[in-house]
T-cell receptor, first 114, second 114 residues
Framework: NAGVTQTPKFQVLKTGQSMTLQCAQD?????MSWYRQDPGMGLRLIHY???????DQGEVPNGYNVSRSTTEDFPLRLLSAAPSQTSVYFC?????????????FGPGTRLTVL | AQKVTQAQTEISVVEKEDVTLDCVYE???????LFWYKQPPSGELVFLIR??????QNEISGRYSWNFQKSTSSFNFTITASQVVDSAVYFC???????????FGTGTSLTVIP
């Protein structure tokens, strides 16, 4: 199993550009989520999904869109990048409810917005 | 309000010293789960432990031990005889049975000096 994979690993954008961060898992996990990690802030939840076709907002959803058309994939879209979105982004998945299940994290995407 | 507080931002110890990382949480749920994750310099997030709110038994795994005290809402992590490989950022996290979200603390950066 590849686990949770994320692409790209690094990305530089200009303000106003759009892009999609890809996340995929091959563990047949129902729950997937996106976090951003900023210095001194820990990890903050952006969006999450409890299954295909179902998504919901986390703590910091503004400026990001998600969709979940398949169990395996959970892309994160930045419609108009801003410097405040410079961060490291982690995708995670877990089997069943995340409240008591271990979350498996991807390797992260380091995004810089100029 | 911060649901998980890790007051120690950075800690440095000399190899073989014991070190305790503090974690204080806040929740109104009676059923909740607490986690510790390790983030080594390579950047990935590694699951260490999960405890549920009904199990206050302390746990030991090799050089690692965890002290869960509901009376003080704390879930502290002790590394005995620290090693250079323990150098990492450690995150405490909370999830509530009533929700689908993980709440991470801001992390404690541990440096073990040889």
């Amino acid at each position: 199993n590849a686990g949770v994979t994320q692409t790209p690993k690094f990305q530089v954008l200009k303000t106003g550009q759009s892009m999609t961060l890809q996340c995929a898992q091959d563990m047949n996990h129902e729950y997937m989520s996106w976090y951003r990690q900023d210095p001194g802030m820990g990890l903050r939840l952006i969006h999450y999904s409890v299954g295909a076709g179902i998504t919901d907002q986390g703590e910091v959803p503004n400026g990001y869109n998600v969709s979940r058309s398949t169990t395996e994939d959970f892309p994160l879209r930045l419609l108009s990048a801003a410097p405040s979105q410079t961060s490291v982004y982690f995708c995670a998945s877990s089997y069943g409810e995340p409240s008591y299940n271990e979350q498996f994290f991807g390797p992260g995407t380091r995004l810089t917005v100029l | 309000a911060q649901k998980v507080t890790q007051a120690q931002t950075e800690i440095s110890v000399v190899e073989k010293e014991d070190v305790t990382l503090d974690c204080v949480y806040e929740t109104r749920d009676t059923t909740y789960y607490l986690f510790w994750y390790k983030q080594p310099p390579s950047g990935e997030l590694v699951f260490l432990i999960r405890r549920n709110s009904f199990d206050e038994q302390n746990e030991i795994s090799g050089r690692y031990s965890w002290n869960f005290q509901k009376s003080t809402s704390s879930f502290n992590f002790t590394i005995t005889a620290s090693q250079v490989v323990d150098s990492a950022v450690y995150f405490c996290a909370l999830s509530e049975a009533s929700g689908n979200q993980f709440y991470f603390g801001t992390g404690t950066s541990l440096t073990v000096i040889p």
